[in-house]
Each structure stands twice: as structure tokens, then as C-alpha cells.
């Protein structure tokens, strides 16, 4: 074996282990709210009815690169705060995680309450949950309402 072949574990272990580092540092409530653009949102969420619930049940996407696809968004929103472009951050939420929940199918989150019957239809005719519980997690718009509000003068 040469240097370079002796060299590509340990290479691939060290990209491994800071992968797995940066997700576990994104997936705690307590690093989103380190970002002074974030801290409303936090506040709003803990006086919301899902408290109890990490950030990143409603805003990872599932699959099976929901890892690599977190740790990349969790590196472009942080790279937006170094840059000061606050304004461009667009936290992504997935109704697929919303419907997981409230249909009893996921086991981490077994207290919520199920979704009415009704539901269904407006979900297959593409309504998202977002358009009629816009502030179930916590307030939308915080800091933009403000902005525009100001614009509107």
C-alpha cells in the first residue's frame, strides 16, 4: 500500500466525524436560537403547543439523505448570518413531517393530536398545513412583519 491509499481512511473518517459533529450540533434547539435572526422564532416556539418538540422534526426533510441535506442547509444559513443577509434565510418546514405526526405515525411524537378526517382532502388537493396554521410552531413573519409594516409608512 502506498501513503496515499493509507491515507484516504483516515481522510474519510475525519470528513465522517465532523459531518456527524455539525449534525448533532444543528439538530439541538440551542443552536438555532445562537443566531441573533433566529432568537424570536425560539422564543415564539416555546410558547407554542409544540414546545416539546426539536426544531428539526418540522424542518428536516426525510429520506435518505436527510442528514447531508440538514447539515447543508443548517452550512448555508450559517454561511447567510456571517454574511449579515438576513433577510434571504427561509427556514424550510415539510408538511410530510406535520401529517407524520398528526396521522400516529411517528413514534417520537406520540401526544399529538390526530388529524380530523377532513384533512385528507385539503392535503391531496395540495393545501398546505402552513396556509391555515401559519403560527402553530411558532410566529411566521417575525422581523419581516415589521419591516414591511415600516415600508408601508
Not at 72 to 99: E, Q
Request: a positive charge; proline letters at 5%.
Amino acid at each position: 500500500m502506498n501513503k496515499r491509499t493509507e491515507a484516504q481512511p483516515r481522510f474519510f473518517l475525519v470528513v465522517y466525524i465532523a459531518f456527524r459533529f455539525t449534525y448533532a450540533w444543528y439538530m439541538d434547539p440551542s443552536s438555532c436560537k445562537k443566531c441573533h435572526e433566529v432568537e424570536p422564532y425560539h422564543a415564539s416556539w416555546q410558547e407554542s403547543p409544540h414546545k416539546n418538540i426539536d426544531c428539526m422534526h418540522c424542518h428536516k426533510t426525510r429520506g435518505p439523505f436527510h442528514r447531508l441535506d440538514t447539515t447543508v442547509r443548517g452550512i448555508k444559513d450559517l454561511s447567510l448570518h456571517i454574511k449579515g443577509d438576513y433577510f434571504t434565510f427561509r427556514a424550510v418546514y415539510y408538511d410530510t413531517n406535520c401529517i407524520n405526526c398528526h396521522t400516529g405515525n411517528f413514534k417520537s411524537e406520540t401526544n399529538a393530536p390526530l388529524m380530523p378526517k377532513n384533512h385528507a382532502k385539503l392535503i391531496k388537493n395540495g393545501v398546505g398545513c402552513n396556509n391555515c396554521h401559519r403560527d402553530t410552531g411558532h410566529k411566521n413573519g417575525l422581523g419581516v412583519d415589521e419591516k414591511f409594516a415600516e415600508l408601508a409608512e
